[in-house]
């Protein structure tokens, strides 16, 4: 049963062209969350998805950036006119239900980061 | 809104040594609480999930205690090694369903 994949695992962008991350949650998980994590800082939740709805989009800048986790295929996290202060790691993590009071735990992915030149 | 802190923010220990990592969090009305190690570069590994009706959970070295009421974890590391060289991230789930996370404590063992 492989594990979160997150794909790729180091992006190059200059600045203005677009990010795409991609995230496949481990097999039968159908609840995605992503987190950004900067350099000397913790994990900061950016949004949680379910297949085709997104539940939580309250850490994701309201501009440029976009997320969607359809019925087939990942669960792809966009940024569109990438500026400097976007690069950083991008990380997935998958759970089977979403997080409940009786369940709640969280599988993470290797990471994408992204730099942006 | 939740806060989580991890205390010490860096440690550096030689081989051998017991260890206590503290996790400390403001709204104590949470769900679980799970400790994760992550590598240099690397994605996080969960190391142990504690739900918040037990007091504590054990996997080989690794010991970790919850005390809801006073908004702490602490998680204890046995004869540490070289290789326990990480950092170590507390996550807090509580009523909003989205995990919060501290910054973690960067763990050095050396031999």
């Known amino acids: 049963n492989a594990g979160v994949m997150q794909n790729p695992r180091h992006l190059v962008r200059r600045r203005g062209q677009e990010a795409r991350l991609r995230c496949s949650p481990m097999?039968?998980?159908?609840?995605v969350y992503w987190y950004r994590q900067l350099p000397e800082e913790g994990l900061k939740f950016m949004v949680y998805l379910q297949k085709e709805n997104i539940i939580d989009e309250s850490g994701m800048p309201k501009e440029r950036f976009s997320a969607e986790f359809p019925k087939e295929g990942p669960s792809i996290l966009r940024i569109q006119q990438v500026v400097r202060g976007d690069s950083a790691a991008y990380f997935c993590?998958?759970?089977?239900?979403?997080?409940?009071?009786?369940?709640?735990?969280?599988?993470f992915g290797e990471g994408s980061r992204l730099t942006v030149l | 809104k939740q806060e989580v802190t991890q205390i010490p923010a860096a440690l550096s220990v030689p081989e051998g040594e017991n260890l206590v990592l503290n996790c400390s969090f403001t709204d104590s009305a949470i769900y679980n609480l799970q400790w994760f190690r992550q590598d240099p570069g690397k994605g996080l590994t969960s190391l142990l999930l504690i739900q918040s009706s037990q007091r504590e959970q054990t996997s080989g070295r690794l010991n970790a205690s919850l005390d809801k009421s006073s908004g702490r974890s602490t998680l204890y590391i046995a004869a540490s090694q070289p290789g326990d060289s990480a950092t170590y991230l507390c996550?807090?789930?509580?009523?909003?369903?989205?995990?919060?996370f501290g910054r973690g404590t960067s763990l050095i063992v050396h031999p």
């Open positions: 996550a807090v789930l509580g009523g909003s369903y989205i995990p919060t």
């Open positions: 993590a998958s759970s089977p239900n979403g997080l409940t009071a009786n369940t709640g735990e969280l599988f």
């Open positions: 097999k039968g998980h159908s609840h």
